[in-house]
């Protein structure tokens, strides 16, 4: 079965770096993209970009363009999400999910990353 | 930005009554290649998203046939026909045609 297995929560300072990785399992990576969608607390889904695991083809969100780096590693079939600069409205859970015909269809359990001094 | 509008933002319901969420875009979301990129997601407490719908009115696998989905060009809505206890938590509708965008959300919860 699909899965999408998260990393676990990260704390981190105002400035500092975030990387999140989402590691798929259950189907073939390469004919997927990966789609990462954060959720402040108490708050509604923010699309943050999306990565062709079959070129590492990229698109973000344009609030986050020169802050976000997504990556993906075939040869492990896990994706990651580079935050840089971060501030303490970053604060949030951050979800990884698969793109395919369907939508986004299976979906990591999350990661918290909280920002603070 | 296609803007997407959620309504109401909170439903109370009787478990196996009806219930109705609507979900307006800012324009269409008709693609030239004859799909329309509209799907709903439900979010239980502590959960990710669970896709319930896709391109409109297409269940996605293990969804009940209670929950359906209509609409097009830019009005669309998400009715479950008899609520039961397992609907409870927060509705999005979500938007594919352009970058995409979520509605509001919808919360419902049992009276």
């Known amino acids: 079965q699909v899965q999408m297995v998260q990393s676990g929560a990260q704390v981190k300072k105002p400035g500092a770096s975030v990387m999140v990785s989402c590691k798929a399992s259950?189907?073939?990576?390469?004919?997927?993209?990966i789609t990462w969608i954060r959720q402040a607390p108490g708050q509604g889904l923010a699309w943050m970009g999306w990565?062709?695991?079959?070129?590492?083809?990229?698109n973000y969100a344009p609030n986050l363009q020169g802050r976000v780096t997504m990556t993906t590693d075939t040869s492990t079939s896990t994706a990651y999400m580079e935050l840089r600069s971060l501030r303490s409205d970053d604060t949030a859970m951050y979800y990884c999910?698969?793109?395919?015909?369907?939508?986004?269809?299976?979906w990591g359990q999350g990661t918290l990353v909280t920002v603070s001094s | 930005e296609i803007v997407m509008t959620q309504s109401p933002l909170s439903l109370p319901v009787t478990p196996g009554q009806p219930a109705s969420i609507s979900c307006k875009s800012s324009?269409?979301?008709?693609?030239?290649?004859?799909?329309?990129?509209l799907y709903w997601y439900l979010q239980k407490a502590g959960q990710p998203p669970q896709l319930l719908i896709y391109?409109?009115?297409n269940r996605f696998s293990g969804v009940p046939d209670r929950v359906s989905g209509s609409g097009s060009g830019t009005d669309f809505t998400l009715k479950i026909s008899r609520v039961e206890a397992e609907d409870v938590g927060v509705y999005y509708c979500?938007?594919?045609?352009?970058?995409?965008?979520f509605g509001q959300g919808t919360k419902v919860e049992i009276k």
């Open positions: 999910t698969r793109g395919g015909q369907l939508g986004y269809d299976y």
């Open positions: 259950g189907y073939r990576f390469t004919t997927f993209s």
């Open positions: 990565i062709s695991a079959y070129n590492g083809a990229t």
């Open positions: 324009q269409s979301l008709l693609h030239s290649d004859g799909k329309t990129y």
């Open positions: 391109e409109v009115s």
């Open positions: 979500l938007q594919m045609l352009d970058l995409p965008t």
